[in-house]
């Protein structure tokens, strides 16, 4: 792949003639453009006359956009040329939303839902659904051996999250962060998860999805 277009498709932040390189990077003209982000599945109201002047409020021309309404066409266009070029983003290796715990659930429910899940990890919300942290199953186990010891002695069920979880935060990454980078974040932790411009978390990516889309890869 191109080293222009790959560092189009996952560069951070915008620079000077951004827009208007990637749209022609992808052939498109303004009008055509103007469509797709109105008929995009969070449409964009946009017209061509902003269009370009946003594309030559880049080059300096001094004109007054929206900075917001800027920003959604550049994560439009890199989408569009992250599915061009096959590029895998945080958001196409997740499997979907986040299985949740909660602070205060019983801790012996929680372990019964990774069980049956197959989950060695979830990260924890508090009541206002704030992340919070996680729990893995090392964190039960420490717990159990501690009972085991005898320096637990609360009986199983009335043990909560709270008392076997740990503080830290499973890392978050933009739903356009890049294969490489979520790799790089799971050599060191359990998970990763995925939010969207807002903030708003979208999906959850751990290193089983990683290894699985590793083999895909090797089939195609």
Same mark, same amino acid.
């Given at each position: ?6 560092? /189009? +498709? ?15 990077? !992808?052939?498109?003209?303004? @009008?055509?453009? %103007? ?16 269009? &370009? ?6 080059? @300096? ?15 439009? !266009? ?13 958001? &196409?290796? #997740? ?7 909660? %602070?205060?659930?019983?801790?012996? *429910? %929680? ?15 508090? *009541?206002?659904?704030?992340?919070? @942290? ?24 009335? /043990? ?19 294969? /490489? ?6 050599? #060191?932790?359990?998970? %990763? ?6 903030? +708003? ?6 290193? +089983?999805? /990683? ?6 890869? @090797?089939?195609?």
């Amino acid at each position: 792949m191109d080293d222009r277009i790959r560092k /189009l +498709a996952t560069m951070e932040v915008p620079g000077p003639r951004t827009i208007r390189e990637m749209r022609t990077t !992808l052939g498109l003209g303004q @009008g055509e453009l %103007v469509r797709l982000l109105r008929t995009a599945h969070d449409p964009i109201e946009i017209s061509q006359s902003y269009l &370009s002047k946003i594309e030559r409020a880049e080059e @300096g021309a001094g004109y007054p956009v929206s900075y917001r309404t800027f920003l959604a066409v550049f994560r439009f !266009l890199q989408r569009k040329l992250q599915e061009r070029e096959r590029i895998d983003t945080a958001i &196409s290796l #997740s499997k979907g939303m986040p299985v949740w715990a909660k %602070v205060n659930e019983p801790l012996d *429910a %929680v372990v019964a839902r990774m069980k049956d899940n197959a989950f060695s990890q979830l990260p924890v919300v508090d *009541a206002r659904r704030k992340n919070v @942290g996680r729990i893995t199953e090392r964190c039960v186990v420490d717990l159990y051996e501690r009972a085991l010891r005898g320096e637990e002695r609360r009986p199983v069920d009335k /043990l909560r999250v709270k008392d076997a979880m740990i503080a830290e935060r499973f890392p978050r990454v933009r739903e356009d962060a890049t294969m /490489l980078d979520v790799a790089h974040l799971l050599e #060191s932790h359990e998970a %990763v998860l995925v939010k969207d411009v807002d903030g +708003a978390t979208t999906g959850i990516v751990t290193r +089983a999805d /990683l290894m699985a889309r590793f083999v895909e890869k @090797g089939k195609e």
